[in-house]
């Protein structure tokens, strides 16, 4: 595993669910993508996720550990929340990734910890994982790949293959790929090489793709993720540049069935599960890589909800392929472990006590105005954390209003700042 103590396991074993502590493996720290220690950098890396183990983390399966650099390291642990049916976010999360037949998306406010959570699986089970954030900027290239001129590439070459480019668009009208123009230029192929995309590199090395902030996306962004987020089974992605389809390894009737035995899942309950097993055993790296979806290849999206600047409703086909999970706000117990967790606050003094307890109500406080459209400053866990360390350079009530008069929109800063004042520490 990746947890940073040393032994392999998380120090802390408290966990807040709702406003009662139970016993649990660990107490989540942060929220903030900057506490999660990985890159979505995949230059010259080939390196596919590892074999299952037969061991599970929640309802995921556990991947063999093969030194993969994108799994995350998380120097945190993690506090999990109570949802509705008695169950927590990890378990209802880890249970999604599991589903074959559906991706995952992730809805809270900013802040509220859904990177983290997702990161914080992926370490556990093993998993590679890639973040693209999402924008009006993110292009399909970007996703799915394109040809370049290599560092040796004559330039005069491509200059010509821009110019072809630029010709073929003019005649037709509409952007096209860079792969026509290079087959009108002698000499060309040989000048120009295939990167893969972020997401073409997940789909072929089993990794968890994050789509964050995914109803951010542009229209082109949008094109290849409706074939991944199929069924598996059915899962596509088109590199249209180089006229290639991905989909998923191909297993008969009979690999399903026994597949379903091995593994002890009733195919009359559970086929698609059982699929999913088959492909997993079949895959070959030698034989597959590249040509196939990898089986432990997941899509994860999340999203602040659609009235953030910027943002959209999902249309109602592309959110029907997904698990919807809603992600809400630490309650405030576990906010305060939190800040002990996370600041030099102490849980033994008396006066950090008090100040914790001031600052979190303050925090839900302002929580509660923004549900209630009161104010539009959203307060993240990251807020609470700023504070905190802050807090030792200045009295917790300042530090209050040096953090979250910060952040604050010009229209609330007044009313931000009278909470505070008002609030006894």
Known sequence: ??????????????????????????????????????????????????????????????????????????????????????????????????LPQFA??????????????????????????????????????DLVGMFEPKEEASSSIVGKVQQAREALEET???????????????????????????????????????????NAAGGEATMPLHGVTEEEGKRYLTLKQKGEVITDLPVTEEEIEAAG???????????????????????????????????????????????????????DAFKSRFVKIPIDYLPKRAEKALMFETTPFKKNDDDDKRAVDKITDILENLRNSYKDMDIVTPISHREAIKVGLYSQKMAPKNACKFVLGGIAAPE??????????????
């Open 1 to 98: 595993m990746k947890d940073t103590n040393g032994n392999g396991e998380n120090s802390v074993t408290n966990s807040f669910l709702n406003d009662s502590a139970t016993k649990a493996d660990s107490v989540d720290v942060e929220a903030a993508a900057e506490e999660v220690q990985y890159t979505g950098d995949v230059s010259g890396l080939d390196l596919p996720a590892g074999g299952r183990t037969g061991e599970t983390f929640e309802d995921l399966s556990v991947l063999e550990e093969v030194d993969h650099p994108l799994v995350p390291t998380i120097n945190h642990s993690y506090i999990k929340r109570r949802q509705s049916g008695n169950t927590t976010d990890l378990e209802n999360i880890t249970f999604a990734l599991s």
């Open 104 to 141: 995952v998306l992730l809805e809270g406010e900013t802040g509220v910890g859904k990177d983290f959570a997702l990161a914080y699986i992926a370490s556990k089970t093993n998993r590679p994982m890639i973040t693209v954030n999402f924008g009006v900027g993110t292009t399909y290239e």
């Open 412 to 425: 609330d800063k007044s009313k931000i700042v009278k909470l505070i004042d008002t609030t006894k520490f």
């Open 172 to 214: 037709f009208g509409e952007d096209v790929p860079i792969s026509d123009a290079i087959e009108m230029v002698a000499g060309a192929e040989s000048n120009f090489g295939w990167n893969d995309g972020l997401l073409t590199w997940a789909v072929k090395n089993g990794a968890v793709f994050h789509g964050a902030e995914i």
């Open 261 to 315: 035995e091995r593994h002890g899942v009733d195919i009359r309950e559970n086929k698609a599960k059982a699929a999913h097993m088959a492909r997993a055993d079949k895959w070959e790296h030698e034989e597959h890589y590249g040509n196939y979806i990898h089986p432990q290849f997941r899509f994860v999206g999340s999203m602040n909800p659609p009235t953030y600047a910027g943002t959209k409703e999902l249309n």
